[in-house]
């Protein structure tokens, strides 16, 4: 009896030892890491046998090659590729026991090629070396624009500037614009087409324009002439006359100086520079003028005021104030003037 105390008690034990495992074992069934997994066309994807060790003896196989394979095998984990459209099952075999993953492949979404510009209308403003130091601008402004293609894998094997006007601007390899020269006072807006070459032959366009700063500047300086001493009031030979003043009040003379915004910029200029200034004053306030392009015709410029023609004279070799003279022409003598400096006197018509 005493015997088979002993043995109970022992069984006891036993089975109070065992069982802990007994559960253990049992919280640790082996399962995938998904049952079921979507894929893109392309892409991979690890399925892994989890609760077993890394090193565990699995044996995996694909129910359709062509639209899943193993990539690669190693120990309870696999690498999958989706090949193309369609489902195949995944089963992974492990101690006589199968476990198995549903992979649906989609095609992949096909690649969208839409190339675009990164703006089709861009203003640049020109601004020369000399020029920063001689009147203020507007340093917001654009001086250069980098063209870029988006929307497509295709390079660009040509960037370029076309048109009439195409001459003002420059363009870098890559696609940077830039102006060369600013636009004339008498045309203060120049465009031209930027054009990008894609290697496949498609073309995108955009329109550069140009303004110049020294122009912008020079019609601020007219404006605040015209404020400051023209009213409403004055009559037309007025008008030029004030204007003549204000050359000879406000610029010195400089001999081989011709350029003419020199005497709204830096203040001085000679008497080429003095008749082109006037005109393009007159012409401001809606006054017809031509300066004379004679190199004899010194400081000379021909206006129409209030229906007579008025020689005006400008430039006096003298620092400011300097002189200025009108005086009315005879028909004769506009005439001879026409002659002598190749004038087109339909302008004034």
Not at 112 to 122: C, F, M
Request: proline share 3%.
């Amino acid at each position: 009896m005493r015997k088979q105390s002993i043995i109970f008690i022992i069984c006891v034990l036993l089975v109070t030892l065992v069982s802990p495992a007994i559960t253990v074992e049992a919280k640790a069934k082996p399962k995938l890491s998904v049952k079921a997994k979507t894929m893109t066309a392309g892409e991979s994807y690890k399925l892994k046998l989890k609760k077993v060790s890394s090193g565990a003896k699995v044996k995996w196989k694909t129910s359709k090659k062509s639209v899943v394979t193993i990539a690669k095998k190693k120990g309870n984990t696999v690498t999958l590729k989706a090949k193309k459209k369609g489902t195949a099952v995944i089963t992974a075999k492990y101690k006589k026991k199968t476990y198995k993953c549903k992979i649906t492949v989609k095609d992949k979404k096909p690649t969208v090629d839409n190339p675009v510009l990164n703006s089709t209308d861009v203003t640049l403003y020109h601004l020369s070396a000399p020029d920063e130091k001689e009147f203020p601008y507007d340093k917001n402004h654009l001086r250069e624009y980098r063209f870029k293609v988006s929307g497509t894998k295709k390079e660009v094997s040509k960037w370029e500037v076309i048109g009439e006007n195409a001459d003002y601007f420059t363009i870098t390899t890559y696609g940077l614009v830039k102006t060369q020269w600013g636009p004339a006072y008498v045309a203060p807006c120049v465009t031209a087409t930027v054009v990008a070459t894609l290697e496949d032959g498609r073309t995108l366009k955009a329109t550069v324009r140009a303004y110049s700063e020294l122009n912008i500047y020079i019609d601020s300086v007219f404006d605040s002439f015209e404020k400051q001493y023209i009213t409403a009031n004055m009559t037309q030979k007025e008008k030029v006359e004030k204007a003549a003043w204000y050359i000879g009040a406000t610029s010195d003379y400089q001999a081989q100086d011709s350029e003419w915004y020199h005497i709204f910029t830096i203040h001085r200029g000679d008497c080429s520079a003095s008749r082109y200034a006037l005109m393009y004053m007159c012409r401001h306030m809606g006054i017809k003028a031509v300066a004379c392009r004679n190199i004899d015709y010194h400081g000379q410029t021909l206006v129409k005021a209030d229906g007579i023609f008025y020689m005006v004279v400008t430039g006096y070799n003298e620092p400011k104030p300097r002189q200025y003279t009108i005086y009315e022409m005879s028909a004769q003598g506009v005439k001879e003037l026409a002659d002598d400096n190749n004038m087109d006197l339909t302008y004034f018509d």
